[in-house]
């Protein structure tokens, strides 16, 4: 159960980090760094997703 909890903050959170990129690209000018932060970090829980649905699924919590 902790397991499909993980997953699911880090899906929202991956949400939550693509809807702040699209506000900064609309609100921001082009010298602002912060488009460029939400991609890296957007990047970052990807990677810990998959990371965490491999482990899932060939652990066997998710199986």
Same mark, same amino acid.
């Given at each position: 159960?902790?397991?499909?909890? &993980?997953?699911?903050?880090?899906?929202?959170?991956?949400?939550?980090?693509?809807?702040?990129?699209?506000?900064?690209?609309?609100?921001?000018?082009?010298?602002?760094?912060?488009?460029?932060?939400?991609?890296?970090?957007?990047?970052? &829980?990807?990677?810990?997703?998959?990371? &965490?649905?491999?482990?899932?699924?060939?652990?066997?919590?998710?199986?």
């Amino acid at each position: 159960m902790l397991l499909k909890t &993980l997953i699911a903050v880090v899906f929202i959170a991956m949400l939550a980090s693509l809807a702040a990129g699209a506000g900064f690209l609309l609100k921001d000018d082009s010298q602002s760094r912060r488009l460029l932060t939400s991609l890296k970090i957007r990047v970052c &829980l990807a990677a810990l997703l998959v990371v &965490l649905l491999a482990y899932g699924f060939f652990g066997g919590p998710l199986g």
